[in-house]
């Protein structure tokens, strides 16, 4: 997919909403140090910042049970000062984390997770944040900041999530967003693969976390207008596999509703979404252009 080009947006002013992956049981099993993750998130936010004085930076936190604004630079008036050693937009970012992963370990504790596994973030609740945000930004004026969102992601993609994830992905096509994907677990993501696809953005998986920095602000710092001069990471190849309504497992070949287009990995008289009686199922190889028939637009 070509890049996604800006229409009627300030020049050289960025919007970036940035999707951070706070699971907890994730980050205690993984190699790399949450806190080491944090610090190099830190300082490619602080770059983007001081890259321009009109540049706005939103932090979204994704945890497990709940997702939740964490910073704002439009309304902290003092991002460029200090708090004794340390820049006031990691001051108040910390300390609202704080406050977030408390709130979420509170939810947690009332979700039952079987032992061993670790659950998945909710994806498709901080993209839809960093859509509503977008939306109110569009409204605030006619020449808005170019938006993009950047997902940071480590957690294994939750099957479940598969159609609010696509509706956020072709929401923000519509809208002329790209969603950035960085994915630092072990395998690939297929959602952040075809949310980047489709709307135009990058997605990369860092080979090497020690330099987490370096990746992020040579790949993911530039505006849109300057990725058009600059030879960035592309894709090898995307996983355009679907999620079975009926069990959510994601799988190569499945029946697809004639009506409704759902799609079930086993064959059913009746469409448990559309509630068709003797419906025709048809079995179907899944690939992007029957993913991009059946999933809803929401504005």
Sequence with gaps: MPSASSKLYADDVSLLVVTLDTNPFFWSTFPFPFAEFLSQVLAFLNSILLLGQLNQVIVIATGCNSCGYIYDS??????GSTTGTMPALYSNLLHNLDEFLARDRQLDADAAHAPGTV???LLSGSLSMALCYI?????SGPMPPQPRILCLQGVADGPEQYVAIMNAIFSAQHST????SCYI???NSAFLQQASYITGGIYYKPPQ?????QYLSTVFATDLHSRAFLRLPKSVGVDFRASCFCHKQTIDMGYVCSVCLSIFCEHHDKCSTCGIQDVLLRPRLLNGNLVSRYCIIII
């Design 74 to 79: 439009t309304s902290d008036k003092n991002h």
């Design 119 to 121: 659950p998945s973030s």
């Design 135 to 139: 939306q109110r930004a569009f409204r």
């Design 177 to 180: 967003v790209p969603i950035d």
């Design 185 to 187: 677990g072990s395998n």
């Design 209 to 213: 976390l020690d330099g987490l920095y």
